[in-house]
Nanobody, 117 residues
């Protein structure tokens, strides 16, 4: 059994910063790709950023230059540093991990990020 737990969400003014963390626990051998997704009210869940175990990174165009994804493989943790936040970044942010040894994909429970004017 695997669990992903996000933290770091909250309320921030436009232009501000937040750092999200997502820690994986359980019967983990290794984690391939990890990523962050978000879902705003009335919209579909969308990719924000992903990072492979080797450090290859992919960002959504809407967050390039503002968000930075990183991971600590020893801690089975992925981070998302969000700078220059905009109103349209308001959403529930979900962590995702692709676990090896046939465990597959798991999602965290989500953390709310609200950007105010």
């Amino acid at each position: 059994q695997v669990q992903l737990v996000e933290s770091g969400g909250g309320l921030v003014q436009a232009g501000g910063s937040l750092r999200l963390s997502c820690a994986a626990s359980g019967s983990i051998f290794s984690i391939n790709a990890m990523g962050w997704y978000r879902q705003a009210p009335g919209k579909q869940r969308e990719l924000v950023a992903t990072i492979t175990r080797g450090g290859r990174i992919n960002y959504a165009d809407s967050v390039k230059g503002r968000f930075t994804i990183s991971r600590d493989n020893a801690k089975n943790t992925v981070y998302l540093q969000m700078n220059s936040l905009k109103l349209e970044d308001t959403a529930v942010y979900y962590c995702n991990g692709d676990f090896s040894n046939g465990l597959g994909f798991y999602w965290g429970q989500g953390t709310q990020v609200t950007v105010s004017s």
